[in-house]
């Protein structure tokens, strides 16, 4: 398997307080990605980053921001959380973009 | 925009096959199949890139028609397994991938 872990695995949260997820991966792998997962809609790419400091935006990007300060971890931030926010939030990582990627456990985020 | 599967959901008997299929409205760069298990993270089973290369398991077989911006995973011999729900994720261009909404499988001994 590959080492990817993400903290933390649960989490509830009251409607405006910012919230961060953490990503881990040991693989030193170049792309990392976050999705949300929700009944009907499948994974949504939230944010992606290609190295260090470089992120780009996703298709659901609004109200979430991103960071990667070190190859290994990848932060998500809800800066004042939302009740559409409730969510299963999975990290993901591949060596390039469009190789096969390999998922974390995910975060079961509950906005109250 | 999001690829559509089908169908939504499929039951087998050990041993019986099945089809699940994704198709997209734009030309694609590439198809990724993934598999996940109820309360756990999706797991890679193949991707099918535009002029023919494949990656994936062995056990698995897919197909991609790019002219009809399609593409199907194939399923033989279904073992217990293979229960979960599997997801077609599509590339329009190396810097955009959909996922669909998924096909739930169900094997019953």
């Known amino acids: 398997d590959a080492g990817i872990t993400q903290s933390p695995r649960h989490k509830v949260t009251e409607t405006g307080t910012p919230v961060t997820l953490r990503c881990h991966q040991t693989e030193n792998h170049r792309y990392m990605y976050w999705y949300r997962q929700d009944p009907g809609h499948g994974l949504r790419l939230i944010h992606y980053s290609y190295g260090v400091k470089d992120t780009d935006k996703g298709e659901v990007s609004d109200g979430y921001s991103v960071s990667r300060s070190k190859t290994e971890d990848f932060l998500l931030t809800l800066e004042s959380a939302t009740s559409s926010q409730t969510s299963v939030y999975f990290c993901a990582i591949s060596v390039d973009r469009g190789d096969e990627q390999y998922f974390g456990p995910g975060t079961r985020l509950t906005v109250t | 925009q999001q690829p559509v599967q089908s169908p939504q959901a499929v039951i087998l008997r050990e041993g019986e096959d099945a089809v699940i299929n994704c198709s997209s409205s734009k030309a694609l760069y590439s198809v990724h199949w993934y598999r996940q298990k109820h309360g756990e993270a999706p797991v890679f089973l193949m991707i099918?890139?535009?002029?023919?290369e494949q990656k994936g398991h062995d056990k698995i077989s897919a197909s991609f028609n790019e002219k009809k911006q399609q593409s199907s995973l194939y399923l033989t011999a279904s073992q217990l397994s293979y229960s979960g729900t599997y997801f077609c994720?599509?590339?329009?261009?190396?810097?955009?991938?959909?996922f669909g909404a998924g096909t739930r499988l169900t094997v019953k001994p």
């Open positions: 994720g599509t590339e329009i261009s190396r810097n955009d991938m959909r």
């Open positions: 099918l890139l535009k002029g023919g």
